[in-house]
């Protein structure tokens, strides 16, 4: 087992450990903090699998953007604490588990069975040039879509909050 | 590396967010749920991005646009959630029903 492969396993389970205690906690604002975890850890990920621009990326506007906008919507919704207010009944957790299970067990087995033997090759790290250029001369038509949408969701945003 | 870990722990993720987005009451932690799973989908393109090795960056430009639609996501969803609860007080999803025929 290769050092890259020991540092995935670690972040994996953090991260995995993260993810599970941002649905299961009982305050909101824990469950705000274990998501930059969680992000933080991913972000991490993506340092392995050789993509370091999209990382930097995902630290800074996941957790330095994402989740302080999260954490202003607890604060300005009054965060209530206590697993009745957060949560569903226990029947409908039950549900929400068996689909939740389910698809991991679904997605497990049948991407075991496409890529079981499959592997990633060790590779240098995507140059932000490389993926810029990328951007810029091939995607510039879904980057400007990206940019019309980011328009609209401001526009959308401040008509929708704006107190009239 | 094999292709199944970072593919797995995608298949996790996802698998937590929605059990979030089912379990939740809280308008909030549903749209964290949402991100979790978004991260996943990220994760995933990442991956076959570094197994395909494309020469074109295809699955990192994805991913970053994923990431700025996370951020129109959560900006909207977050405007609606302040609205509902300006004017009804809560913002548990299973007392908002004013769209419920």
């Known amino acids: 087992m290769t050092g890259q492969e020991v540092a995935f396993l670690v972040l994996a389970v953090i991260g995995g450990l993260a993810g599970l205690l941002v649905v299961t906690s009982r305050n909101v604002v824990h469950a705000a903090l274990y998501l930059v975890v969680a992000l933080a850890s991913v972000a991490g990920i993506y340092l392995l699998l050789a993509a370091p621009f999209v990382a930097f990326v995902q630290v800074i506007i996941y957790v330095g953007a994402i989740v302080v906008l999260l954490l202003f919507g607890i604060m300005l919704t009054r965060a209530p604490v206590g697993r009745r207010v957060l949560d569903n009944t226990l029947r409908a957790r039950v549900g929400a588990f068996v689909v939740g299970g389910g698809v991991f067990v679904m997605l497990t087995v049948f991407l075991a069975d496409a890529f079981g033997s499959e592997r990633i090759a060790t590779q240098a790290a995507t140059a932000t040039a490389a993926l810029g250029e990328s951007l810029f001369r091939n995607y510039v038509l879904p980057f400007e879509a990206v940019s019309v949408l980011l328009l609209a969701a401001l526009i959308g945003a401040i008509v929708l909050a704006r107190r009239d | ?101």
């Open chain 2, 1 to 101: 590396m094999p292709l199944m870990y970072p593919l797995v722990f995608a298949a996790f993720l996802f698998s937590v967010g929605v059990y979030g987005v089912l379990a939740r009451r809280n308008a909030v932690m549903v749209l964290m749920s949402i991100e979790l799973m978004l991260n996943a989908v990220n994760v995933n393109l990442i991956a076959f991005n570094a197994y395909l090795r494309d020469q074109l960056a295809t699955g990192q430009v994805f991913a970053l646009f994923v990431i700025a639609v996370a951020a129109a996501e959560v900006g909207i969803g977050l405007a609606i959630v302040l609205l509902i609860f300006r004017n009804r007080e809560t913002v548990n999803i299973d007392e908002v029903d004013l769209l419920r025929w």
